[in-house]
Nanobody, 116 residues
């Protein structure tokens, strides 16, 4: 069973930065794509960013230009660098991996709170 473990969340002031990490229990070459999603209180989970094995990256309009997704294959880890954070970025952030057999794996989430 593959496990994804997120870390790096916390409390940050508006305009600040955080870097989230998603560590996989096996090689991330087993995943066609990996991505980040988030869920704010009372809202549905929404897609944030995706990185393929290429790697090619995709971003939602709400984070484009502020967030950067990257991967370190040697460390089996995917990152989400978040800059210029806004209060509306407050959410639980989840990592997802889609395996080569098209199965989805989710992490347990990490809380990001942007507040002064």
């Amino acid at each position: 069973q593959v496990q994804l473990v997120e870390s790096g969340g916390g409390l940050v002031q508006p305009g600040g930065s955080l870097r989230l990490s998603c560590a996989a229990s096996r090689s991330i070459f087993n995943f066609n794509v990996m991505g980040w999603y988030r869920q704010a209180p009372g809202k549905e989970r929404e897609w944030v960013a995706t990185i393929t094995s290429g790697p090619i990256t995709y971003y939602s309009d709400s984070v484009k230009g502020r967030f950067t997704i990257s991967r370190d294959n040697a460390k089996n880890t995917v990152y989400l660098q978040m800059n210029s954070l806004k209060p509306e970025d407050t959410a639980v952030y989840y990592c997802k991996g889609q395996s080569t057999s098209m199965k989805d794996y989710w992490g347990q989430g990490t809380q990001v709170t942007v507040s002064s």
